[in-house]
Antibody, heavy 126, light 110 residues
């Protein structure tokens, strides 16, 4: 059974750093892209970016970001433990949101997301 | 403002049929496949329709999708109270080089 299990809720202060995780199981982690999606309170879904953890990139993974999030977050992965990460170096109150990781059905741009993590709630408040 | 445009809300009575529209442009819907997601309150989204009109295994055949030009639609027939949820369309955008979502449509079953 394919599962994406995310780390637990976080409460942080502005300017603090944070890394949340998403562990894939039940499938070959390196064969599927992982995206991160933000949902601010009471709002819709926003695609943040994706990572290709393929073995085609032996020492790293390929990432691309939405222009809205480029430079504000970092997406990475540890293939050895089938885990993707979303990281902030300096949080803002406006980063308060639910964050979902999600797997793409195929390794192609037009592929849908077929599995979603349960979400990680990040609250940033002084 | 979302790149894909959906009505904020729709409502219909039980057992009736409702459609949700999703309008885009030549760089997204006009060129690439549309996917639909259902998000029940407090839950993660779930894939409902993919590649314009395909229904994933386990999803009721009361759900159907279509696309024409730069617009797509989701239809739900035989409405049930359990269909009350937020529905999102999505597509790859060649200009933005990323996935774009609609703003979401809240379905109320009267």
């Amino acid at each position: 059974e394919v599962q994406l299990v995310q780390s637990g809720a976080e409460v942080k202060k502005p300017e603090e750093s944070l890394r949340i995780s998403c562990k894939g199981s039940g499938y070959s982690f390196t064969n599927y892209w992982i995206s991160w999606v933000r949902q601010m309170p009471g709002k819709g879904l926003e695609w943040m970016g994706k990572i290709d953890p393929s073995d085609s990139y032996p020492s790293d993974s390929y990432t691309n970001y939405s222009p809205s999030f480029q430079g504000h977050v970092t997406i990475s992965a540890d293939k050895a433990i089938s885990t993707a990460y979303l990281q902030w170096s300096s949080l803002k109150a406006s980063d308060t949101a639910m964050y979902f990781c999600a797997r793409h059905l195929r390794v192609e741009d037009t592929a849908p997301i077929d599995y979603w993590g349960q979400g990680t709630l990040v609250t940033v408040s002084s | 403002q979302s790149v894909l445009t959906q009505p904020p809300s729709v409502s219909e009575a039980p057992r009736q049929r409702v459609t949700i529209s999703c309008s885009g442009s030549s760089s997204n819907i006009g060129k690439n496949a549309v996917h639909w997601y259902q998000q029940l309150p407090g839950k993660a989204p779930k894939l409902l329709i993919y590649y314009d009109d395909l229904v994933p295994s386990g999803v009721s055949d009361r759900f159907s999708g279509s696309k024409s030009g730069t617009s797509a639609s989701l239809a739900i027939s035989g409405l049930q109270s359990e269909d009350e949820a937020d529905y999102y369309c999505a597509a790859w955008d060649d200009s933005l080089n990323g996935v774009v979502f609609g703003g979401g449509t809240k379905l109320t079953v009267l």
